[in-house]
C-alpha cells in the first residue's frame, strides 16, 4: 500500500483539505512529510495546470492518486441528476474532462457530490434514471481513456442515495463495467456501514480507493475509529492501492498533516509485518 493526502492550489468551500497553496509548495511538502501521493479536489482541471503539474511531480518522485470533483457540485451546481438537462450535460462534460485529465497521471477520478440530491416521491425514479444514463455514458469515455471512475459513498447527512458502501458496490456491480469501482471512507463508513472489516471483505475487487480520517473528521488516531481493522481487512482482501487522508486541517494544517502521515506509515509497517 501506498499514502498520499489531499492537497488543493484553490482554497476549497466545504472539502477536507489538509494542505492548500502554490502547487510549487504544498507538494514537496507532502513528499517531505513522507507520502507517496496527493489527490487533487478540483473544480476544472486548469486549476492544476498540466504544465506546471507534471514537472514537479516528476521532480518530487510524488504521484496523483485520484482527482476528487465535488468542488463541480458545491461551486458551481452541477450535478448528474439535476431536473435542467443542460446541467446534466455540463456535469457529465466536466467529468469527461477530469478523466482526460486525470488518463496521463494514471488517477482516478472520484465521483461523489456531483451525483447530487434526489427528490423525495414520484420522481426520484426518474432522477436514478438520469444517474444511470450519465454514468453510463460517462464510463464508456473512461473505458477508452484507461480511467477508473470510482463512486464514494457518502453519509446520508450530505447525500440521500448510496450512502453505504454496500448499496454502492451493488450498484456498481449491476452497471458491470471494470472501470467503475468504489471507494471506502471510514468517516462515512462509521456512519453507514454495519462493520469496517465484513463491508470490506464483501467489497473484495470492487473497492479501489481508500480515504482515511477519523469519526470526528479529524486525522487517523484524533478519534475512535479502529483503523487496524480497516487495513487487516483491505489486506485479506489484496488492497494494494493509497491509504489516502481526507482530513479537516486541526488543530493547525502541518500538525494534522503530520498526524496522517505517522498513522500511514504506522498502518503500512503493520502490513508489512
Not at 450535478?79 to 466536466?94: F, G, H, L, Y
Not at 478523466?99 to 425514479?125: H, K, N, S
Amino acid at each position: 500500500m501506498k499514502s498520499s493526502i489531499v492537497v488543493s492550489p484553490t482554497r476549497r468551500r466545504n472539502v477536507p483539505v489538509l494542505l492548500t497553496g502554490k502547487l510549487g509548495e504544498i507538494i514537496p511538502m507532502a513528499r517531505d512529510l513522507g507520502f507517496d501521493g496527493i489527490e487533487l479536489p478540483l473544480g476544472r482541471p486548469s486549476e492544476a495546470p498540466e504544465r506546471e503539474l507534471q514537472p514537479l511531480l516528476h521532480r518530487y518522485g510524488v504521484h496523483v492518486a485520484a482527482i476528487l470533483t465535488g468542488a463541480a457540485y458545491v461551486e458551481e451546481k452541477l450535478s448528474i441528476t439535476d431536473p435542467v438537462p443542460e446541467v446534466r450535460q455540463a456535469a457529465v462534460q466536466r467529468l469527461k474532462e477530469q478523466i482526460t485529465f486525470a488518463a496521463p497521471l494514471a488517477a482516478q477520478v472520484i465521483l461523489g457530490g456531483m451525483r447530487g440530491r434526489l427528490a423525495e416521491g414520484d420522481f426520484r425514479p426518474i432522477q436514478e434514471r438520469w444517474m444511470t444514463d450519465c454514468l453510463l455514458d460517462i464510463v464508456e469515455f473512461a473505458e477508452k481513456n484507461g480511467v477508473i471512475v470510482t463512486i464514494e459513498p457518502v453519509n446520508r447527512y450530505e447525500l440521500n442515495h448510496l450512502n453505504s458502501v454496500s448499496e454502492t458496490i451493488t450498484y456498481v456491480r449491476g452497471l458491470g463495467s471494470a472501470r467503475l469501482r468504489v471507494m471506502i471512507d471510514t468517516f462515512h463508513m462509521n456512519i453507514e456501514d454495519v462493520s469496517f472489516s465484513q463491508t470490506i471483505l464483501a467489497g473484495g475487487k470492487y473497492i479501489s480507493h481508500v480515504h482515511l480520517s477519523d469519526s470526528n473528521r479529524l486525522a487517523p488516531g484524533m478519534g475512535n475509529i479502529d483503523f487496524l481493522t480497516v487495513v487487516r481487512a483491505l489486506v485479506e482482501i489484496g488492497y494494494d492501492g493509497y491509504l489516502s487522508c481526507e482530513a479537516l486541517p486541526k488543530p493547525d494544517p502541518i500538525t494534522a498533516a503530520r498526524t496522517c502521515a505517522e498513522q500511514c506509515r504506522a498502518l503500512m509497517a503493520h502490513v508489512r509485518g
